[in-house]
């Protein structure tokens, strides 16, 4: 079995792992920490899981020292320290913060305001979109898990910006996150009365999300991809719709565009495209790994609508790095994965 | 006292259409009637009426002999007879359907699939979007009260479109509307185990509310404009929220944005043009008549992304056709509409 | 026009006492104060309002100094100081805390661990639930407005109760409360994802409400009685419904019952009395000052079931608060209250 | 593998027992039916389940023939038949429905206006609530699985009833559902905008699974019980919490019925017994097999309030039919079970 620790453990990611952990085969968890909560039972924070699993929260180094591979669900900068620890004792650690998942240091520095401070490090970590970056992953002991709309957007519109099928210019990601996403810690936002029955977008044009989808779609279209993204947070607890439009090029055809989702997706697992006329529903991928994703042409202004649909706790970040986790120590990458979506 | 028929008042236009009527100071229902309940008070279907309102719904005939104004909360296809009788008898007639929303007949038979069967009575008509249209209402007898989507996105975009400050190619939005926007009507759409905790497009770029919104902004622009409209549907009951985004014109600033929008909308009561940095939510005009619209600008593609909040019953619907009332019966304008949304 | 100056105007009883007496045509807001946000418009905190009110959160002095009547709605433990300045200063106070709510000073210790300073001022406030203690309210200058359960259970079982048809021994108040209940502050409880999809009971059998309602009722039974209450938290903005269990007296018909709520309620506008076969909801008096109620026998079990349902913000706070304001002002009780509920 | 077969696998029980089976290590889904949607995939009706189970729907014998184990899903009146088909053919067969349920015929007559068509076969049946009842299911074939209120109510106070600590005379259930309770059909009180931000009771004191829960408790208590029972409709979409109500008996002590639920309660995976001052919600057993149970007491009345949480489609349907399963086919009671609550 492996010995899978989590840092962070009482944040909503961390508690997602903890969940999915417990019931993966060839995993067990090993510790778990939390700097709020040292000393008290997960099951006290998270009453869900009174009696299943009742371990007390420790610290980081507790968790490091009896862990194979480290989860760590912390906020942004102080994930490089630990992974330099793991890395001098040899054991894999999987980031589920943004430390590590920008290449170009400037982007980090621009976005989140802090440096690198063992670039080495860094040049040996991946970000590890499976789907996209599986290759690259393998092998790999420092892993920058992505973040939740960075894995919506890239599922709904990669493969036609991979293809070269639509401009990569003028790409629109108009994204809708549920509120788990906003974390665990409390805001006026999150509030109940004032998100019960609301909607609005936040971070118009501005949201940290934006360098991570466009190095991804970069790399996928071999040039630099700017989009624009505006994110939304819906009065539901889980799940992100990504509703992301782009100008097709001059002659392509639906099925052009049909042919090359099949060409990515159909060997994988967790995404499904749906057939033609169907529509990505977060309803439908709730609590799984699964993303949902459907095309639909706007024939009038020949643009491309491409919707994914994903958890945003589950394939937007804790089972994204279980499945990061399985791919690195060899293991059927859905193993433990295999959730199926409740239907209501 | 202005006399108010109300014809297909058990929908959900209709009934709200009762709730801002009955405290309405300057009119009073003069009768209501419905197809499906015939015979029975209004309040036995929205008990929230009960011994406020207890009407009996009557049938079309009596509404229209009863009253100076007829309001017409139908299906698509059965106004045109309706406003015809009105129009010969010399009353007033809003429709709140899509009758007499599209000037082009071609627009109408596409979308909608039916003729116009009295060509006179629709040049006679009037396209009522009092922000962008007033001058164009004063006198009008045939009112065509416009659609949910199409009071939200010209709010939204208009400004920018006819002070020429945006491409008007390439304009996407991207419309996220309550379930109240699917009327009283059964669906599993709107079964509430199915729509709860749900979010996803529908009609995607094929609503038939694409027309009458290219038809406002080509008005606008002065020249025929194209757009990409995706609606989805939100798990709350009221509002709509329009993210709209287009390409800015070279050199175009955001203060020029801004001089645009409040110089179409310093002098309207009912939109309220949020000071920099706020954000439009559903959550603060819900109830109301107002439409509060934000600006924002992505200076990394030079986009803008303007969005707009309205309640679609009441901006949407019922709200706007009051507003319409008085504007016909030359009344202030916010007679009777001058609702405080609350604050939660 | 009366001068209604509003204290803690910025928690949630005080921002919708701003809503509703922004309608009030005989009634105008002379000045509001808040101690977190002295100094900032009352819009910035609810943006619903920008535009219609953005007055200036002023100090409490202030509020006293402009107004004929003033609201508090504060923490219970600082109105006594308050209350005496009023009344020394000759004016009307409205207290929507529990300060002034429990006759025997000694619940007011056990539950709230405090004491009466100013015995005097206590025995000359009144408790002010119109629909029970009307001519009490009647003259009287320091106004204990009645908590959202407190009215609500009542409401349900009062009638029986002061008939004597039930057995005041074994009642059972369950009640469910909406989230605004719990008002502006931020809790893990409140926070949306714990919420959301969640329901359970809390202070189950200590809530403070208890001796208030224990108060209405052995007042109106005549001696002194005990009950069972339990609240619960519902994931929804407004609302309380009360289920309210007593057993019948031997021989008691379902027409004494019916016939007691009727001489009760046949004369207030504001409690709707349902008609048999009808069930009192919280949707149907959202945003009003209605109490619906409806009355239901278990005859297997003798047991009479009473449910009312009030908007815990309304009729549960500011809406009664007005109410009182116009008794003690000698206007109509309705006056600014005729708010039909929406539909839906 | 054990071959279990769905009849009415297009319901909401039907399609939770899908989703269960789905994973269960020693069953697999042999055939499904539903005369709705004959002959096409269950995934059509439910694309949660898109790819990951596109079965086809056959019709009830198809499924009879196919299966060791017959789980059916219908509506009453529907399963005696099928019982008997099953019984002849020597198969298992499990009732979601209420055909088995109640053992005194009169009773049936009564709330379902039915007969017992092969009284032979009823005897033989068994009612099976594995916590108060394993033993009697152990080696039937034709099981009663109870229903969803039916589970949770004596969940909550069954095991005070059975040893003798609380009056069996008043005992009040306040009951909460989920409106997947409700199930997948059409109706005006599950119209999404009707249901949101709504609540209120139903069937008021005449719900079937009255003369049920009465049946488990007269068992329990070994003398006939009656109860107040009254359930409402939450605006969630799973879980049932009861508010269970009983007066205690003279002298009994918090201990003792702490004691009593420990006695029933601690060999049961599936019954979590809170610790003292922790409170049941619906939101920590969410698409989970468990039931948690809380215990307080008003000493001021000296009543007992007892609350259990379930999920209704789980352990209040379809997995509470798989513990079944389990226990008739020797398995572990658990298997395919252990599902972790999610957190949020």
Redesign the interface.
């Known amino acids: 079995m492996i010995k899978a620790g989590i840092i962070g453990a009482t944040g909503?990611a961390g508690?997602?792992l903890?969940?999915l952990l417990?019931?993966h085969p060839e995993a067990e968890i090993s510790a778990i920490s939390s700097v709020s909560f040292e000393g008290k039972p997960i099951s006290e924070i998270?009453?869900?899981?009174?009696?299943?699993?009742d371990m007390i929260c420790e610290n980081a180094d507790d968790v490091v020292a009896k862990s194979d591979v480290i989860f760590a669900a912390l906020p942004h900068g102080l994930s490089q320290e630990l992974a330099k620890t793991c890395h001098e004792k040899d054991k894999i650690f999987i980031d589920l913060g943004a430390d590590f998942r920008l290449e170009n240091e400037d982007d980090y520095k621009e976005w989140y305001g802090g440096e690198y401070t063992d670039k080495e490090l860094h040049k040996n970590s991946v970000y590890a979109l499976p789907e996209f970056f599986r290759k690259n992953i393998v092998g790999k002991k420092t892993i920058a898990n992505p973040g939740c709309y960075t894995t919506g957007v890239p599922l709904a519109i990669g493969p036609a910006v991979a293809k070269g099928l639509v401009e990569t210019k003028?790409i629109?990601a108009?994204c809708?996150s549920?509120?788990?996403g906003a974390g665990?810690g409390?805001?006026?936002n999150?509030?109940?009365?004032?998100?019960?029955?609301?909607?609005?977008?936040?971070k118009?044009?501005c949201h940290r999300h934006?360098p991570e989808i466009e190095q991804t779609l970069s790399h996928l279209a071999g040039k630099p991809v700017?989009?624009?993204f505006?994110p939304?947070l819906?009065?539901?607890?889980?799940?992100i719709?990504s509703?992301v439009?782009a100008?097709l090029k001059d002659g392509v055809t639906k099925e052009q565009i049909r042919a090359a989702y099949h060409e990515f997706y159909d060997s994988e697992y967790f995404v499904?495209l749906?057939p033609d006329g169907?529509?990505?529903?977060?309803?439908?991928?709730?609590?799984s790994n699964f993303g949902?994703v459907s095309l639909?042409?706007?024939?009038?202004?020949n643009?491309l609508?491409a919707?994914s649909?994903i958890d945003n706790?589950v394939k937007g970040a804790a089972g994204q790095a279980i499945q990061n986790m399985n791919i690195v120590f060899g293991l059927d990458e859905k193993t433990g994965l295999?959730?199926?979506?409740?239907?209501?």
């Open positions: 909503y508690a997602e903890v969940r417990m019931t998270y009453p869900a899981y009174y009696s299943l699993n003028g629109i108009d809708k549920g509120a788990t665990r409390l805001s006026q999150t509030h109940f009365t004032e998100l019960n029955e609301s909607f609005h977008p936040y118009v044009a934006t700017k989009i624009t505006v939304h819906l009065p539901v607890n889980r799940g719709l509703t439009y100008s499904r749906l169907q529509i990505a529903d977060i309803h439908n991928i709730k609590y949902d639909h042409i706007d024939t009038r202004t643009t609508v919707v649909a706790m295999e959730i199926i979506p409740p239907a209501f």
